[in-house]
Nanobody, 118 residues
């Protein structure tokens, strides 16, 4: 069955950096767009970045442009999110998935908590 396992979150001070990883299994990872989502307390889950199957195209939510970088390693079935210059507003649980319209394609993993606080 499909599994998405996120890791790399933690507590970081404003201005700090984190690198998230998500390893996928149970589907042909290399042919799918992959995205990173986040859900802050009391808010809907939102797509913050995505990357095409061959890494030729990326998308970023305006609020993370220039600070976050998405990348993938198809040989390892893993997608990454490098997050720099973190702000308290980035605090959320981060998940990976394949975007499908306004929805997502796969069952959600457990996510990884990112907390930005001094």
């Amino acid at each position: 069955q499909v599994q998405l396992v996120e890791s790399g979150g933690g507590l970081v001070q404003p201005g700090g950096s984190l690198r998230l990883s998500c390893t996928a299994s149970g589907f042909t990872y290399s042919i799918y767009v992959m995205g990173w989502y986040r859900q802050a307390p009391g808010k809907q889950r939102e797509l913050v970045a995505s990357i095409s199957s061959g890494s030729t195209s990326t998308y970023y939510k305006d609020s993370v442009k220039g600070r976050f970088t998405i990348s993938r390693d198809n040989a390892k079935s893993t997608v990454y999110l490098q997050m720099n210059s973190l702000e308290p507003e980035d605090t959320a649980v981060y998940y990976c998935n394949t975007p499908r319209g306004s929805d997502s394609r796969w069952p959600w993993g457990q996510g990884t908590q990112v907390t930005v606080s001094s």
